[in-house]
């Protein structure tokens, strides 16, 4: 089973523009968390936003973190074509339960 | 420690035969998680450990599978009778408590 959900399944941009991803998940979480995968590769940690923050920055990296609509988004700020790659939202929900993966959204950008 | 790592890195296997993989995670990491991937879809949860116990199991598990993580270092994950929809990613990650997952390049199985 899945508990998030990214929007848009799909983006296509060119090289600087930004790009933005949309997670929206079910139950009360105590974190939520962005991964990034390239394809044929694994699944590598991009940032933990805890339930009491409501945004976070990491490099290029901008997550916001809505708690009242179960939702987070995820802003790439100046893309490049090495961004291309499949990106899910993960939640760590607060019955301690496991570590549930959404769908994600495949980001390509095009030089 | 360099990280989570997987063996074998790729198997195929007729239908019907067992399989079993291995895991092994960052060694300060308490929790462990297996996940099964298709093609264009998110990782699907199957289950995952806090130190020795299992402390859940998705609901889409058969009983052809099982997991153990033995003293709570390692896992292996063993599928029996293989059936072609067990062809897959198998992923496998640790983490400290609910932080940040590290996940190995896993496992593709393909079932023949």
């Known amino acids: 089973s899945q508990q998030g959900e990214e929007d848009p399944q799909a983006l296509s941009i060119q090289e600087g523009e930004n790009a933005t991803m949309n997670c929206s998940y079910k139950?009360?979480?105590?974190?939520l968390q962005w991964y990034r995968q390239n394809s044929g590769r694994g699944l590598v940690h991009l940032i933990l936003i805890r339930s009491n923050e409501r945004e976070k920055h990491s490099g290029r990296l901008r997550v916001t973190l809505d708690t009242s609509k179960k939702s987070s988004s995820l802003l790439i700020t100046a893309s490049r074509a090495a961004d291309t790659a499949s990106y899910f939202c993960a939640s760590a929900n607060q019955a301690g339960t496991a570590l549930i993966f959404g769908k994600g959204t495949t980001l390509s950008v095009s030089s | 420690d360099t990280g989570v790592s997987q063996d074998p890195r790729h198997k195929i296997t007729k239908r019907g035969q067992n399989v079993t993989f291995r895991c092994d995670p960052i060694s300060e990491h308490n929790r462990l998680y297996w996940y099964r991937q298709t093609l264009g879809q998110g990782p699907e949860f199957l289950t995952y450990?806090?130190?020795?116990?299992?402390?859940?199991k998705s609901r889409l598990l058969s009983d052809r599978f099982s997991a153990e993580r033995p003293k709570g270092s390692f896992s292996t994950l063993e599928i029996q009778r293989t059936e072609q929809g067990d062809s897959a990613m198998y992923l496998c990650?640790?983490?400290?408590?609910?932080?940040?997952?590290?996940f190995g390049q896993g496992t593709r199985l393909t079932v023949v």
């Open positions: 139950t009360s979480i105590n974190n």
């Open positions: 450990f806090q130190n020795e116990a299992q402390l859940e």
């Open positions: 990650a640790s983490s400290r408590g609910d932080s940040e997952a590290f």
